[in-house]
């Protein structure tokens, strides 16, 4: 599509709205850039006026939505609002930002979505591709906006994408050469308010592929499995229960590749820096969507062995008196909390709760006997919680109303030889901006318990 002289309106003022409009602006194309937020909450509104960008801002854009040639949605915005469907209903296109980025990129694409472990998969997959193409672009939910980097871009680069659910909302025609989908469990219900929604947004990662492309699928998780059926790529499945005739898996401590006439041990997971069957799984899939890119199996596995994890996924903090402190606070969502939660071999002083995205919590709280010792609650969803997890037996359970009262508390209940982890099951908002400040003040007052 052609932007030069098109009027286009991008909703929404974070990371990837601000980028959208940036990058919409220097292809001469007529921005207004739209937020709730009033001006007086909007950081630097006057430098994006000094570019030429028009704001409306403190309220939504009904009345100049059909004024427009195109409308440009954060992936903050939800999709069912009114004033998009007045827009649809006139015949005015609405994409995503990832849909606009995608159809300005010159280079092959890998998109790596699924509800748990797309963070640490995709910085895996780019740090790998960085070995072979120095210019890769690592970009989206990983909090790197795709249209902030698109510019610099040149056909021989690649883009590694982290997908979520929101971003494929609006995406049209959005077409990686290389997908995964990791896993599916419930998330985001009170946005896309039914699990099939959910899945058809993260099934559009592939939706789009032909046979000259790749799917990456976890073969072990039923609903991926079945997404078989749809993918028109050619599949390569990753499994850590099950030995494959073709994919890479997992078989006693070691994972081996069995790939169009290639059959290697690839590497032991006691080679690995990081826990935990959910990250050996995150790095069969690196693994898969490298070797299918073409890179040499002698430098993914020199990746892999010195990987360290991510920030705020099962990050050790520290020791203090005995006790070791993670911080999972990426962990929000239930399925990611129990991968927390497993992954542990102490006995877990847990810190729980926050934002209410409607899911249940049983398979979280049902695990805690023998393995929890004692569970710290927060947020609107701490009630609940305490709820789910008494009608499995346990009772050891403390409500508090501030983060910080709540690490503290942390800090009495553990004895030496215990863990204390961070993984709420639930999202930050309400008590914090985002995953990452919550994950911050909790290494912020661990490091204050060793002073």
């Given amino acids: 599509m052609i932007y030069k002289d098109k ?54 854009p009904e009345e100049i939505v059909e004024a427009q040639d195109l409308v440009v949605l954060s992936p903050g915005i939800p999709s069912d609002l009114p004033f998009i469907l007045q827009a649809e209903n006139v015949g005015i296109p609405v994409i995503s930002e990832v849909e606009l980025a995608y159809t300005l990129t010159p280079c092959p694409v890998t998109a790596i979505t699924g509800t748990n472990g797309k963070t640490t998969t995709t910085t895996l997959v780019g740090q790998i591709m960085q070995e072979t193409k120095p210019n890769t672009a690592v970009v989206g939910n990983i909090g790197v906006s795709y249209s902030g980097e698109v510019s610099r871009l040149k056909p021989a680069d690649w883009v590694v994408a982290e997908i979520s659910s929101f971003q494929m909302e609006k995406a049209k025609t959005f077409r990686p050469h290389i997908s995964a989908v990791l896993n599916i469990s419930p998330d985001h219900l009170n946005r ?133 402190y993670y911080n999972d606070s990426k962990g929000t969502n239930t399925d990611a909390s129990i991968r927390a939660v ?38 609107v969803t701490a009630a609940q919680i305490k709820a789910s997890a008494e009608k499995h037996g346990f009772h050891e359970i403390s409500l508090c109303k501030t983060f910080e009262e709540a690490v503290s508390l942390c800090r009495k209940k553990a004895a030496q030889g215990d863990c204390v982890l961070l993984s709420p099951a639930c999202a930050s908002w309400g008590m914090f901006d985002n995953y990452e400040q919550r994950g911050e003040m909790f290494k912020e007052l661990v490091k204050k318990f060793e002073k």
């Avoid at 005739?245 to 590749?257: F, K, M, R, S």
């Avoid at 071999?345 to 004692?374: E, N, Q």
């Fill in 7 to 60: 009027r286009v309106l991008v909703c929404g003022m974070a990371k990837s709205g601000i980028s959208a409009a940036c990058l919409l602006n220097t292809l001469g194309a007529k921005v207004i850039l739209q937020d709730k937020k009033g001006r007086e909450e909007i950081k630097a509104p006057e430098a994006l006026e000094q570019q030429g960008i028009s704001l409306f801002l403190g309220k939504n």
């Fill in 192 to 324: 896309h308010k039914t699990m099939e929604t959910y899945i058809a947004m993260k099934e559009r990662v592939f939706i789009n592929q032909t046979a000259e492309d790749f799917c990456i699928l976890n073969y072990n998780d039923q609903i991926c499995r079945s997404m078989v059926e749809k993918a028109k790529a050619k599949v390569f499945f990753f499994s850590s229960q099950d030995p494959l005739a073709e994919g890479i898996y997992l078989a006693g401590d070691t994972i081996h590749v069995r790939w169009e006439g290639l059959e290697e041990a690839l590497l032991s997971v006691h080679d690995l820096k990081v826990l935990g069957t959910h990250n050996y799984e995150n790095v069969m899939a690196a693994a898969a969507m490298s070797i299918v890119a073409g890179v040499p199996l002698a430098t993914i596995r020199k990746v892999l062995e010195n990987f360290a994890g991510v920030a705020h996924r099962i990050e050790y903090v520290a020791t203090v008196d005995g006790v070791e």
């Fill in 342 to 379: 497993l992954a542990m071999k102490k006995p877990i002083v847990l810190i729980g709760g926050g934002y209410d995205k409607g899911v249940s919590f049983d398979a979280w709280t049902k695990l805690f006997a023998g393995r929890v010792k004692h569970l710290v609650l927060i947020g």
